[in-house]
Nanobody
Framework: QVQLVESGGGLVQAGDSLRLSCAVS????????MGWFRQAPGKEREFVAT????????YYSDSVKGRFTISRDNAKNTVYVQMNSLKPEDTAVYYC?????????????????WGRGTQVTVSS
């Protein structure tokens, strides 16, 4: 069974940076497309960023483009998202997800396994 565990969340001030990590076990990480999503209180889960199996293709939501960078280390079975210039509206629980089909994907339904999330809170 594939398991995903996020880490790196916390409380920061606007303009600060955080790097989230997602460690994947129980499967073949190097063949998965990976994604990050987030969910703020009272809102639906939204797409943040995605990366294909090799790391050679990435895609971002307009709200984070230019501030966030997704990357992966297939030797460590880990995907990351570097978040710079954080804003209060970035406050949410951040989830990583695995798409067993290897490609990047922006839709919730494309993903086969999910982590439990890590809280990111950005104060103004």
């Amino acid at each position: 069974q594939v398991q995903l565990v996020e880490s790196g969340g916390g409380l920061v001030q606007a303009g600060d940076s955080l790097r989230l990590s997602c460690a994947v076990s129980g499967g073949t990480f190097s063949t998965y497309g990976m994604g990050w999503f987030r969910q703020a209180p009272g809102k639906e889960r939204e797409f943040v960023a995605t990366i294909n199996w090799s790391g050679g293709s990435t895609y971002y939501s307009d709200s984070v483009k230019g501030r966030f960078t997704i990357s992966r280390d297939n030797a460590k079975n880990t995907v990351y998202v570097q978040m710079n210039s954080l804003k209060p509206e970035d406050t949410a629980v951040y989830y990583c997800a695995a798409n067993f089909g290897s490609q990047r994907a922006t839709t919730f339904r494309a993903y086969d396994a999910w982590g439990r999330g890590t809280q990111v809170t950005v104060s103004s």
